[in-house]
T-cell receptor, first 116, second 114 residues
Framework: AQTVTQSQPEMSVQEAETVTLSCTYDTSESDYYLFWYKQPPSRQMILVIRQEAYKQQNATENRFSVNFQKAAKSFSLKISDSQLGDAAMYFCATPPDQTGANNLFFGTGTRLTVIP | NAGVTQTPKFQVLKTGQSMTLQCAQDMNHNSMYWYRQDPGMGLRLIYYSASEGTTDKGEVPNGYNVSRLNKREFSLRLESAAPSQTSVYFC?????????????FGEGSRLTVL
């Protein structure tokens, strides 16, 4: 069965501090892409960052970076210098445990609160 | 660019009624998807279409049918709505070729079945 685990249902961070959201997954693929999405109260799903499993280097997008551990199948999101606008639900998305299938599975999400 | 457009945004149905959620994308993407989002459950895949003319079941297909009408449009039909289908539904399309691109989502459709 497909497993994408976000073990932190809720997290909070002080404004300007750093927070890390965790995600673990299971796939039999060797090359694949992983994604983090943000869902603010508006409900819109917004791509935060993408990581190619074949690349050793962790992806970075401004204040957002990834800690990707391929062997451990771990894909955590680090948010630096947290801002009030970062408050949202965050979902990681991974490929299915089914070679060649063209879809993504999502974790159950982490609700991030940013404290002023 | 409009991106991914879903209609309607809100709908209330009675048990047993039928309805179709419409989705269209203007980005010339091959793959399209329907997810449902429930509290504490994240997004669960209902059906997807890797290309025009093909559809595949996802995690929770029971009670739903889909049609990939053409490359732009992918509709989701509830033939006989049940309260368990109360949810927020998202349509998405996938950027790029193969399995490398990210999903681009519509704004979601909130469906309530009484």
């Amino acid at each position: 069965a497909q497993t994408v685990t976000q073990s932190q249902p809720e997290m909070s961070v002080q404004e300007a501090e750093t927070v890390t959201l965790s995600c673990t997954y299971d796939t039999s693929e060797s090359d694949y892409y992983l994604f983090w999405y943000k869902q603010p109260p508006s409900r819109q799903m917004i791509l935060v960052i993408r990581q190619e499993a074949y690349k050793q280097q962790n992806a970075t997008e401004n204040r957002f970076s990834v800690n990707f551990q391929k062997a451990a199948k771990s894909f955590s999101l680090k948010i630096s210098d947290s801002q009030l606008g970062d408050a949202a639900m965050y979902f990681c998305a991974t490929p299915p445990d089914q070679t060649g299938a063209n879809n993504l599975f999502f974790g159950t999400g982490t609700r991030l609160t940013v404290i002023p | 660019n409009a991106g991914v457009t879903q209609t309607p945004k809100f709908q209330v149905l009675k048990t047993g009624q039928s309805m179709t959620l419409q989705c269209a994308q203007d980005m010339n993407h091959n793959s399209m998807y329907w997810y449902r989002q429930d509290p504490g459950m994240g997004l669960r895949l209902i059906y997807y279409s890797a290309s025009e003319g093909t559809t595949d079941k996802g995690e929770v297909p029971n009670g739903y049918n889909v049609s990939r009408l053409n490359k732009r449009e992918f509709s989701l039909r509830l033939e006989s709505a049940a309260p368990s289908q109360t949810s927020v539904y998202f349509c998405a399309s996938r950027r790029g070729e193969g399995r490398t691109g990210e999903l681009i989502f519509g704004e979601g459709s909130r469906l309530t079945v009484l």
